[in-house]
């Protein structure tokens, strides 16, 4: 359980697309990111998610709703509203409540406890989008760019991790356009896509559509009541 709940951690957000008449230098679609990222406050998207496990071919197929707010630059909160498979994954920042209504259990713990060790990676994906080359050797995916312009990167960790050997993050030309063309971007999280690839050499594909940025969204969205009769699992 605690495994799959790492992979979401890796929070990427889609935007709208523009194509650029000429392709970017790396330095620049990177620095699109960072500039984007710095200037998140909050984000809520619809998401569909696939996971392929190559030890037994099969994939799990997801989707629902996704929030974020960053109170500081330093700190996040969470929610993820799965309607298929039903469940649903809460943070205020502190906290994390990983709750299965089928199961009638939810699991609760301290975010710090979720990342120690060589999952600390994750967490710095709440609160460290602003500073990739800080973490990650970047380079280009073998396909720069998609059929609408956006940029494929390919970002592999200098610490490694069994959560993550490699993210392949596609990046919204128009962010890349507009940090480009002004040297800044706002009220735009640039990832349109990402594919997580673990030690293992499983694959969790996110898709994100309908993206609102910097909405306001209320703080009382992220904290969870424990439902009666609900069995609490802790680490």
Known sequence: MRQNLLFFFLLVFACPAWSAEKPAA???VVAALEKSYASLHDVQADFRQKTVITSVKREQLGNGEVLLKRPSPSSSMFRFNYTKPPQQIISDGKQV?????????????????????????ALSYLTGLGNVTRDFNIS?????RDAAGNYHLDLTPKTPS???????????????????????????????????YDAGGNETRIDYSRTRVNKGIDNSRFSFKIPKGVEIIKP
């Open 140 to 144: 280009f995916a073998r396909e720069q």
């Open 26 to 28: 790396l330095k620049d």
């Open 97 to 121: 409540w990983f709750y299965l209504p089928e199961n009638k259990q939810v699991m609760v713990s301290p975010v710090v406890a979720m990342f120690k060790g060589g999952n600390s990676i």
């Open 162 to 196: 069994p959560i993550l050997s490699k993210l392949r993050l596609t990046i919204s030309a128009e962010a890349v356009e507009r940090f480009v063309k002004n040297g800044s971007v706002t009220n735009i999280f640039p990832i349109v896509a990402s594919i997580i």
